[in-house]
């Protein structure tokens, strides 16, 4: 079958179609006819070799967030049929851990994530298969599992809730505006950050309430000056911006992280934190409850996640280029 691999660690330009094995169903698998594929900036991770991927992974077919029809199922499979339209939960967890047992599954001690939707079919585990409504399309559904996931479960973690103020830095892009419409959803404000005049018109229509343009992580104590209290900040670009949000934090404010797209290191005054009870956490992907709740929602029209464009199998490498132009607004994906 076509598949969009990696076949070399860089850019773009190591991304080409190949002619991939046929995948083949495990007993608890089903085989799905990829219609979408969401670019997340993980891939982008994986594809500048720096988180994980290494040579002699290559050529590897990347795609965490995968919707389609399941065309064959595993002679174990229940839970779904053949014709039935879904949407992956990429999560990978063992089940058996104290945290699996415990909860939240996200917490799972050998966590992974599914790899291969940049491709025409993929093998995945069935349990981990959300059926999709009829009228939500495949294209909406890629866009939903990593962004809205990770988005929601902050949310949840900064226990956010209507009335409050949330600050979300770097608005525009996959997390960036699953936040914004989350954040609406539950009747919080939001006060979003962008270096684009023209991506932060665009977060209007999501119903995000500030947009203000910040280009760097020290402009942000004074572009939201007039906007205090911050009960929360989402966090996904860490780097500088971890130390600034948190200086802008409320007492007992919350920021929750998730990513580091402005790097790994940040300078934190922690007199700040304990005399002000100002909480950090960290946090990574969602359970799949929260991917049925985003479905939900979606469904229920409470927002329709945005995608920015669509490509071909072939045009895989230049949705990576546009992901790394910053010249879009929400999500990217692949229609193999
Ligand atoms: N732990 C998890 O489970 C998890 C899950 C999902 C994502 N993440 C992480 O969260 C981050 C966001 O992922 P995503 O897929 O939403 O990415 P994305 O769509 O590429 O995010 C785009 C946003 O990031 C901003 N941005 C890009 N490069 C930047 C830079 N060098 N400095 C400051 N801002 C920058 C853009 O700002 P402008 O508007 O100014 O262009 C834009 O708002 C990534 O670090 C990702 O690895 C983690
Ligand atoms: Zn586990």
Same mark, same amino acid.
């Given at each position: 079958m076509r598949a969009a691999a990696f =076949?070399? @660690? %860089?850019?773009?330009?190591? *991304?080409e179609v190949i002619d991939a094995p046929e995948p083949t169903v495990a007993a608890d698998q089903a085989l799905v006819r990829v219609r979408g594929a969401a670019l997340n900036r993980h891939d982008l991770l994986y594809l500048q070799g #720096? +988180?994980? @991927?290494? /040579?002699?992974? @290559?050529p590897f077919v990347s795609g965490v967030d995968v919707a389609g029809e399941v065309i064959d199922i595993g002679t #174990? *499979? #229940?839970s779904v049929s053949v014709g039935d339209r879904v949407v992956l939960s990429p999560m990978q967890t063992c089940g058996k851990c104290k945290f699996c047992r415990d909860g $939240? /599954?996200?917490?799972? /001690?050998h966590y992974g994530l599914f790899h291969g939707? +940049? !491709?025409e079919r993929a093998a995945v585990d069935a349990s981990r298969l959300v059926p999709l409504p009829a009228d939500v399309d495949f294209v909406s559904a890629a866009a939903l599992p990593v962004a809205y996931m990770t988005a929601w479960q902050m949310l949840r973690r900064a226990g956010v809730a209507a009335g409050d103020t949330v600050l979300v830095p770097g608005a525009t892009g996959g997390v960036g505006v699953a936040a914004v419409q989350l954040i609406d959803t539950l009747g919080a404000r939001s006060i979003c950050t962008s270096t684009s005049e023209s991506k932060l018109e665009r977060l209007e229509e999501f119903g995000a309430d500030y947009r203000l343009r910040v280009? !760097? $992580? #020290?402009?942000l104590e004074d572009a939201v000056a007039g906007l205090r $209290?911050?009960? !929360?900040v989402l966090n996904? @670009? %860490?780097?500088a911006f971890t130390a600034a949000g948190v200086s802008v934090l409320r007492r007992g404010g919350r920021m929750v992280i998730c990513g580091? =797209? !402005? %790097?790994r290191h940040s300078t934190i005054d922690t007199q700040d934190l304990f005399l002000e009870h100002k909480r950090i956490v960290g946090s990574t992907m969602g359970t799949q409850a929260d991917l049925e709740r985003v479905v939900e929602f979606v469904e229920n029209n409470r927002f329709e996640p945005p995608v920015h464009a669509t490509y071909e199998l072939e045009e895989t490498g230049r949705a990576f280029a546009d992901m790394v132009s910053r010249d879009f607004v929400g999500k990217l994906v692949v229609t193999p």
């Open positions: =076949t070399g @660690l %860089g850019g773009p330009s190591n *991304v #720096d +988180f994980r @991927l290494r /040579e002699e992974h @290559l #174990d *499979v #229940d $939240p /599954e996200n917490l799972c /001690e939707g +940049f !491709a280009e !760097a $992580p #020290d402009a $209290p911050i009960d !929360a996904h @670009l %860490g780097g580091r =797209t !402005a %790097g």
